[in-house]
């Protein structure tokens, strides 16, 4: 029991890469706190009953203890949990529905890693990406799951107006960008977020907290949509990317401090990509933005200076904690 | 010759997973009658044109013998004879084009089970998806191939009204989820197909039609648009769907039970997820929530109770009379 | 100094699969002259950039060597050079987003490649197609990147007007059907590919002729867009599909010619399908319909008359002067 609750905390942590159930606290803390700020805890709820039923969908079909452990069950799960509250409304439905996606995301990172594996990288979170795609997907099909907080599908949204960068604005996009990356618009859950971070590795504190500003610097250049600029949607994969390619998969380089700021940079371009290619369905990109690009900037296998031999098929190869139970998933 | 025609009526036994010409004649005879109430026996011979061609073509190209003798040639063949005349005009173009489409179902099989082998899981009906998808996409931009019959690209459909649930729609809706495998808008097809199932595999027959039921169910209590449900367009994937998982890639057992319904309910909100995700473009989703559900719960290697080792790339090693010719495609 | 040249000069050529110097300066010299005719040699000096860039690119990253001296870093790069130009409008912006994608574009293509060569198979221009479309994409969203020349996005357009097939008006489509594999509109231009391909291998030449000949007839035949044939749109992905087919991957055989013939025409309707397809958000296909087509019809390894045992994953394998270089990519 005492187990599986750290499991699950573990979980939370590894959203951000981190094996921490300290970090994982204060995550679900940072989600209590922001999602009650916008006047509703249901996305907090869903996250810790997500975490849950995907936690436990990984020991009822026997899939590798090890994994388990590192909270590697749960992490797609936990995101499944705060994404449907969020776009969905609130409904017996909707909550079931959370349930079947949240086990799914389980034994989809299992399926997808079987693949990937194949050229040494990791699903990372792409198995909460395709399977809240398909359940919001089909939202629109289904008057028992209504989806007023979706985007209308039709054509990508014209320029409005130009981002006003005051100090106060840029602040609360700034730290906007790392709360989005659990679908929370919140400065000071931006904050908790950071000090979580910081507990299990300063290193990618330090890396999602210059992820999110330079995100943020190119989306204003660049003249994105204000309002998404505003309430960190440009942020949050850009944040995932810097602190995967920063501080996961390379040593510390100045040749690996380049490629994470390109790899940064690179993913405000997709995220820009995917919010006019998805339009057209009525559906968020979610982090795909931070997979595809994750995957671009790892699939050549570059090599920088302190790295090993490049496998990015598993985080925890890299020094971590847990780097002694690796490789052990089927 | 005798061999070309058994391997050509075993394709159709094929598309519901059945090495048998008894079930393939039963199949054709259902989509004679099917087509035939509807109006046109256009698909009927299209089914039969396209499976011709289908399997010499696997001859011609030399692809294993094996494959030909088992029906594996031409069953993605079949479908693509029933789809092309369901939803496009009568005309010399059609029919050249379904020729060509046949030809390339068979090596794009082949090309794509070489992709999936790498993971142990097979291509399924996705060949007749792919190509399909593609010349039905070109229609709507060559004059030539007018398309009335395809839905006009555009945004999703608004919910009309709810499913009226007496026992005669329901009736209908049930077995016409299953005759829509083959694209028919017939119960009494459905009655003809699951005899046609139950002639090879009884237990195929009633996974069939457990899973229609299932659908069924669930697209009313999600309330899907009606007229989908009344055609049993939310029956066809999830049919397959239940076949593959329940009578197929595991051997029967509680769990393997629990995993082909939850396979089955999961097929149904993804056909709902196609149904909004494929309206910009215009096309039907044809079997891909099956294809795809299957691959996402068969990917992660699960192994149930008196499974062998799990190995999916080829669905006559479980245990089907043909299972010594297992594995020498290529 | 002088390898760098000549290994940016081999890049341009093996958009074409030609590992020679002098095909590059021809294609250079037509791209030039094209570009000059249209108004904007913007898109020729857009070519030179993205080639110095990503062959520099091969070199930083310590890609192996042996691809730099075939031109295999740079022929993604110049295609990259060519389309930003065309399709968005001249800032700064749109040159340093060119930098970036040039770049990209040479990893990319090393990661693509670890994919495919799992299943003998080269990434071919994807990476410049992937890349692009990105960029594209995020133009659509992005206020800095004008894109006044790329699609609106929205509903497929309606059938015009029918192709009027007189000498000239066939002249121009066949020639420009050749000179827009590098994006580029002009009859004259095509004339100079034509040579640029027959100085290096006039069996590729001839291949390039006749597949946009046979992608002229056939787009006239189903009636395509009349101002997408007049502009040659529908001739350069299937000149490639030709010469990858008919003059590459396969040794001379009645059996390859054939074959190759096929994928040309299929070639035709995936074209089709990808201006239906793209429509909603507003990009073209670039080489999409190329990609797919030739990789469907080389993933099942059929294997003609005189060909050696079947690997596509790299075109020098096929008796090129290079020939000795092959496989020493990671």
């Known amino acids: 029991m005492k187990n599986f609750f750290i499991s699950c905390l573990r979980s939370a942590g590894q959203v951000f890469f981190q094996n921490s ?3 994982g606290i204060l995550l679900i803390a940072g989600i209590f706190w922001g999602s009650h ?3 509703s805890t249901a996305p907090a709820w869903g996250a810790l009953l997500a975490l849950a039923v995907s936690t436990l969908t990984g020991r009822i079909l026997h899939l590798p203890e090890d994994d388990g452990r590192q909270g590697l069950w749960g ?21 079931l529905a959370l349930i079947l996606c949240a086990a ?3 034994w989809v990172r299992t399926g997808l890693n079987n693949v990937m594996r194949t050229w040494r990288i990791n699903s990372l979170t792409f198995p909460f990406v395709l399977t809240v ?17 979706l985007p209308v599908p039709g054509e990508p949204a014209a320029f409005a107006s130009a981002f006003d960068a005051g100090f106060m604005p840029l602040l609360r996009a700034w730290l906007c960008g790392i709360s989005q990356v659990f679908l ?13 971070l910081a507990v299990s590795s300063p290193r990618a504190a330090i890396w999602g907290a210059v992820g999110s500003a330079v995100a943020l610097c190119m989306a204003i250049l660049l003249r994105a949509s204000a309002s998404d600029i ?9 944040v995932l990317t810097a602190i995967a390619l920063g501080a996961v998969f390379h040593r510390p380089s100045f040749g690996a401090a380049i490629w994470a ?19 057209p369905v009525g559906i968020p990109s979610l982090t795909a933005p931070f997979c595809i690009v994750t995957w671009l900037f790892l699939l050549p296998l570059v090599k920088f200076a302190s790295d090993k031999a490049p496998d990015h098929s598993d985080w925890h190869r890299h020094g971590g904690r847990q780097g002694r139970h690796d490789r052990k998933e089927r």
Do not use: E, R
């Open 21 to 23: 159930a300290w970090s």
């Open 37 to 39: 700020q916008a006047g």
């Open 75 to 95: 992490f797609n799960g936990i995101l499944v949990g705060c994404a449907f509250p969020t776009f969905l409304d609130n409904s017996v439905w909707m909550w």
């Open 104 to 106: 799914l995301s389980t």
């Open 133 to 149: 795609w398909l359940f919001l997907l089909a939202a629109h099909s289904m008057h028992s799951l209504p989806s007023d907080s």
């Open 184 to 196: 929370i618009d919140s400065p000071i859950t931006g904050l908790i977020f950071i000090v979580a």
């Open 230 to 238: 505003t309430h960190g949607l440009y942020g949050f994969s850009p």
């Open 261 to 279: 700021l390109l790899g940064c940079i690179t993913t405000v371009f997709v995220q820009a990509a995917f919010d006019t290619a998805l339009a």
